[in-house]
T-cell receptor, first 112, second 117 residues
Framework: DAGVIQSPRHEVTEMGQEVTLRCKPI?????LFWYRQTMMRGLELLIY????????DSGMPEDRFSAKMPNASFSTLKIQPSEPRDSAVYFC??????????FGQGTRLTVV | AQTVTQSQPEMSVQEAETVTLSCTYD???????LFWYKQPPSRQMILVIR??????QNATENRFSVNFQKAAKSFSLKISDSQLGDTAMYFC??????????????FGKGMKLTVNP
């Protein structure tokens, strides 16, 4: 397996624009996690899914953020409208059972 | 709620020396998993080692070993014979055990390790 695949690797956008981050989990993994990493707050869990169903979205900062998982092989994290304080690295990870979580390469988002 | 604390934000060590990274956690669970992840400048999160709470024996992976003290809720990582490639951010993480399923990982703030030549 190619591992968890995220796109794009880098995204620069203007404030107010919509941003969509994409993730393809490892085949067979039934849990998918979205994390955000900043210097100030470290790695924060935004939301996670089990079998495509959102389980816990309490980490989603506000209504501007939304996440979907239409099928077992694809998930999106959308920010609309984006703000400079959303600038961070966003990671997607997948997991099966009590093994470790496997992370994608992350998307570095810069909102100017 | 579970919390993970890494109290040392930064450390440095000379190549070939041994270094220990500390981590404490807080939980009321009796069965759980602990992990150390490494994040080099490439940004990739890489698993270093994992420990199951029900196992008394400390996990080891080549030059990496842990000192798991369940009663003290402490989980330190020892890196022996440090190499330049060990330079990275290191994150301690906690996950509750879930039968037949999975749980989220809760991370500490991380610690920057620099290995000097």
């Amino acid at each position: 397996d190619a591992g968890v695949i995220q796109s794009p690797r880098h995204e620069v956008t203007e404030m107010g624009q919509e941003v969509t981050l994409r993730c393809k989990p490892i085949s067979g993994h039934d849990y998918l996690f979205w994390y955000r990493q900043t210097m100030m707050r470290g790695l924060e869990l935004l939301i996670y899914f089990n079998n495509n169903v959102p389980i816990d979205d309490s980490g989603m900062p506000e209504d501007r953020f939304s996440a979907k998982m239409p099928n077992a092989s694809f998930s999106t994290l959308k920010i609309q409208p984006s703000e400079p304080r959303d600038s961070a690295v966003y990671f997607c990870a997948s997991r099966s059972g009590n093994t470790e979580a496997f992370f994608g390469q992350g998307t570095r988002l810069t909102v100017v | 709620a579970q919390t993970v604390t890494q109290s040392q934000p930064e450390m440095s060590v000379q190549e070939a020396e041994t270094v220990t990274l500390s981590c404490t956690y807080d939980t009321s669970e009796s069965n759980y998993y602990l992990f150390w992840y490494k994040q080099p400048p490439s940004r990739q999160m890489i698993l270093v080692i994992r420990q199951e709470a029900y196992k008394q024996q400390n996990a080891t992976e080549n030059r990496f070993s842990v000192n798991f003290q369940k009663a003290a809720k402490s989980f330190s990582l020892k890196i022996s014979d440090s190499q330049l490639g060990d330079t990275a951010m290191y994150f301690c993480a906690f996950s509750r055990f879930k039968a037949g399923g999975s749980e989220k990982l809760v991370f500490g703030k991380g610690m920057k390790l620099t290995v000097n030549p």
